[in-house]
């Protein structure tokens, strides 16, 4: 594919992703489509093969993003506790940026997906996984390091972050102050930081 051609599929792809974001798959119409990306019907299923499938690939860029933004952050820190803390205290900046949505699109996406959209319902659903295991992954790195007390369940840990995640994301979406969301944001990550001093001293 010709490098200006690849590039127009992308700007087209990340115009997609932010409408779908905002609207949900049902809201958003075809015209809605053809106004965003400025292409006629005919070039947009020729480019991405139907409203399904681009949705299913603006899901897939959206986690794919999600994931690269947590990776950096985790980057940055050597301790594994750490990075966590970080990422949700980043997360606490929700309101302060324009954004689509601040809710999560794939948790938008398992809410309001049914039964006729089964394919992509599937899709949002390994995403969440896929997040969910980085988190998991995570936290077992931390207890290879020694950072989590004795008996600390991994995938709990890493269940219980993604739901912590996903109820920050939805309550940033009301009308309430950013103040608000960068406390509630600290609150977690202070959480996340105090597993290292619920670890039991060592004897002798």
Known sequence: MPRATLHNRQDSLERALHLF???G???TSLKDLERVLDMRP??????FGSKDALFQEALERYARLALVELERIMAEHPSPL????AYLRKLGGLRDSEVPSR??????????LGEREQVALSKAETLLVAMEQRFVERFEAARDAQELPAGADPVRLG???QAEVMGLRAFAQRDV????VHALAEDMADAIEALRSQKK???G
């Not at 750490?82 to 803390?85: D, H, P, R, V």
């Open 82 to 85: 750490s990075g966590l803390a």
């Open 21 to 23: 974001w905002q609207k």
């Open 103 to 112: 809710a999560c699109m794939l948790m938008k996406s398992l809410l309001e």
């Open 177 to 180: 102050d950013s103040a608000v």
């Open 201 to 203: 001293p060592r004897l």
């Open 25 to 27: 798959f049902h809201a």
């Open 42 to 47: 005919g070039s947009i299923y020729a480019t």
């Open 159 to 161: 269940r219980r972050m």
